[in-house]
């Protein structure tokens, strides 16, 4: 199967070079990309810049993929991930004693992968994610959470083979001045529909972090489907 995906960036990147990348991104080092331009257009002016939304065809021939986004996964297999990854992450009485218990129990190993599909937790989301581990928001809220303000997914190209199977096709300008404010909107977008989703009354029967953790509650219960 091919798919055309794009990754923005200030730079035009004909070449995208194996082991480059911050350690520190959400899934770790690769190259981050999207089936959406508009999104990439958006990360690509994330400092205020131009830049451009380089476009390239994948071939998934012959390539291992993890979808975090499918049945097989949860949220908090998602969540695992950037606990393992991201450095900063809010401080309170529970957050670290949660953060580690959903590594401990629901990070899954993804070295064997050459692609990794999942949520991109941009600064909204991010914010969502924290406020589940500090026990501010159920489990159901965070759901309902990712799926605000057209997140979209990202394709994660971790492997020298995966490298290998993506293949420069072009590239679209992407203005600062139009492209800043279009990200600057969707954040404002998500927050706003996420202080809605988080004031509605919670279901009875929501799970929260400390439910999860009081009850040891691991990968791969039913509860958390």
């Known amino acids: ?11 035009i990147i004909e070449k995208p070079e194996y082991g480059l990348g911050s350690l520190h991104n959400d899934y770790g080092r690769g190259f981050y990309c999207t089936r959406e331009v508009e999104l990439a257009k958006e990360w690509a002016c994330s400092k205020g810049n ?17 979808n975090l986004n499918s049945d097989d996964y949860s949220i908090l297999n998602w969540l695992a991930l950037l606990a393992e990854n991201r ?5 309170g009485s529970i957050s670290k004693e949660a953060k580690d218990y959903i590594k401990q129990n629901f990070l899954i190993d993804t070295s064997g992968y050459d692609v990794i599909i999942g949520y991109r937790a941009d600064d909204s989301y991010f914010s969502f994610a924290q406020d589940f581990v500090s026990g501010t928001i ?7 959470a990712m799926r605000l303000g057209r997140l979209g997914e990202q394709i994660v190209l971790k492997s020298k083979k995966a490298f290998e199977c993506i293949k420069y096709s072009g ?6 001045e139009e492209y800043s404010i279009k990200k600057a909107n969707r954040d404002a977008l998500a927050r706003r529909a996420y ?4 004031a ?21 219960d039913p509860r958390l489907r």
């Open 200 to 220: 509605a009354s919670a279901d009875i029967n929501d799970i929260y972090i400390l439910d999860i953790m009081r009850e040891g509650i691991k990968n791969g």
């Open 195 to 198: 202080r809605q989703t988080k």
């Open 138 to 144: 159920s489990l159901g809220k965070l759901s309902e």
């Open 50 to 66: 131009d830049g451009y939304a380089n476009s390239y065809e994948l071939d998934y021939s012959g390539l291992l993929v993890i």
């Open 87 to 91: 450095t900063y992450w809010q401080q």
């Open 1 to 11: 199967m091919k798919e055309i995906v794009y990754h923005g960036s200030e730079k």
């Open 171 to 176: 590239n679209e300008l992407a203005l600062a």
